[in-house]
């Protein structure tokens, strides 16, 4: 973060000094867990469902830091953040909140990520949306994007009213790029994530039925979603995705130039020719006003796609030529883990660890995977999906479980294990679409899946672990590549 005083803290965000004169200078980072204060940082003190972090202010600055950014009076310097206005308050809800002094810490950290961005005038904001693949195209923009300068980004889907300006604060005045991923629960959420680091570029990748519980419907996620091409400036730029109609309708919502992007013969940056090779790896021509260039990406899935032709559009509006972007893109790892994460066996057996979370559109995009990695040799490779529930899909919940369910058969997945009652609809819908036998198992938890597949899976299946993160079901994965080296 740039460097700041307590006493100038306390002016942006409107609150006031405790137990300080205010000189003290934050250098260091931002953290709200006092394992990770860095010298000279500010420690956040947020309340929690089991420990409350005003509890730990005393520690915090022991570890180093100068401060606490709080919600009342601690045992340590503080700026004691001022009560949340009435109209920002659905916007800064935390587990475990009684009292709203969490809130008021995030509506003070808001303020304060919104003065660092405004101070930075040099610095590029990129804000990523869409209903799946948010955190997979932030990790490429920012690769493609870090040979032109020092890029900020997020750790994992670090995407929130928390995760927003934390990670907003890790910019300085050497950072040309910061790449920001903006989730939503409800309308007025990815706007007012806007507020707090306005984007000059903003990519919508989907609309999809996640978080369709709260949204009540794919129309009402596409208005919660076009917040983002509203919040773009004149001189700002909206990627959108040609090949999804609800996101393409979003160009009419903003007043900065459109590219679209897709495998639409109307995209400005699209991808054709494309082929798979035994790993889901895709190689495609890169089509663009600037010339041709064939791409070839070292990531799995045929999804990549499109998230590549997202980051190749903000490259190539940058100023790089199709060539430069081929060869970044080509370079481009796996940075955020339980994504894809593919890994074979001595044994032959190849596990794919996507199960950092779910949703119906990224499990669709998961079980083509696994389809294409098991069908590229001859003979076929026996394939298992292993999948858990799916949250927030509200009242569509048995339906969306269903259809994944009747998917798996109807992409000819050799083996479905459903685990967990939440998820029964998969396995109930897999058997209507024409599964029988032990085709498809529902077990009751993660334990009694590690069980099943240790017993059952033989050298050359191909093995695909998803879930919600809540479920953590990647110890599934872990347990099978732990097995695989005895």
């Known amino acids: 973060m740039i460097a700041l005083t307590l006493a100038e803290i306390a002016e942006i965000v409107g609150g006031r000094l405790h137990a300080t004169d205010g000189s003290p200078v934050v250098t260091g980072s931002i953290e709200f867990d006092t394992r990770k204060v860095t010298e000279g940082g500010l420690f956040l003190a947020l309340p929690g469902e089991r420990v409350d ?14 401060g606490v950014l709080a919600g009342r009076e601690v045992d340590a310097p503080a700026v004691i953040a001022p009560p949340v206005e009435t109209k920002h308050a659905n916007a800064y809800v935390l587990a475990g909140d009684k009292t709203g002094e969490g809130a008021a810490v995030l509506a003070a950290l808001a303020k304060l990520a919104r003065h660092v961005t405004d101070r930075l005038k040099d610095l590029t904001i990129v804000g990523i949306t869409g209903s799946a693949g948010k955190t997979s195209t932030k990790d490429l923009i920012a690769q493609v994007l870090r040979p032109v300068g020092e890029v900020v980004a997020p750790p994992e889907s670090f995407n929130n009213e928390l995760g927003h300006p934390w990670t907003t604060l890790r910019s300085t ?20 994530l806007c507020e707090i680091a306005p984007p000059r570029f903003g990519a919508v990748l989907n609309v999809g039925t996640a978080h369709l519980g709260e949204f009540g419907s794919r129309e009402g996620i596409a208005q919660g979603k076009g917040e983002l091409v509203e919040a773009l400036p004149e001189d700002g730029v909206a990627i959108l995705n040609a090949d999804d109609p609800l996101v393409a309708g979003m160009a009419s919502r903003t007043k900065a130039k459109v590219v679209l992007v897709g495998e639409n013969p109307k995209a400005d940056v699209r991808a054709e020719d494309i082929e798979l090779d035994e790993q889901a790896r895709a190689s495609f021509t890169l089509k663009t006003a600037k010339g041709d260039a064939r791409v070839k990406l070292a990531l799995n899935g045929p999804h990549q796609v499109g998230n590549a032709l997202v980051a190749a559009a903000i490259a190539l509006e940058l100023g790089a030529t199709p060539d430069e972007v081929a060869e970044r893109l080509g370079a481009a790892q796996r940075v955020s883990s339980h994504r894809m994460v593919i890994t074979d066996r001595a044994d032959g057996v190849t596990v794919i660890d996507d199960a950092y979370n779910a949703n119906p559109d ?47 058969v109807r ?76």
């Open 362 to 408: 990224s499990v669709r995009a998961a079980l083509k995977a696994l389809a294409t990695i098991s069908r590229a040799t001859t003979p076929a490779r026996r394939s298992w999906a292993v999948l858990g529930p799916m949250a927030e899909l509200g009242d569509d919940a048995v339906r969306e479980h269903d259809e994944i369910g009747r998917l798996v």
């Open 173 to 192: 005045e050497d950072t040309k790029f910061l790449v920001l991923e903006l989730s939503a629960r409800g309308i007025g959420h990815i706007a007012n």
């Open 411 to 486: 992409l000819d997945i050799s083996k479905l294990v459903v685990i967990g009652d939440a998820a029964r609809a998969m396995h109930q819908g897999a058997h209507l679409e024409g599964s029988w036998g032990e085709e498809s198992v529902l077990v009751p938890d993660a334990d009694a899946a590690i069980a099943l597949l240790r017993a059952e899976i033989r050298p050359g299946d191909v093995v695909l672990v998803k879930a919600s993160n809540a479920y953590r079901l990647w110890r599934i994965a872990e347990a099978l590549l732990e097995a695989g080296t005895k």
């Open 53 to 66: 972090g005003h509890d730990f202010a005393a520690q915090a600055v022991a570890a180093g830091a100068v």
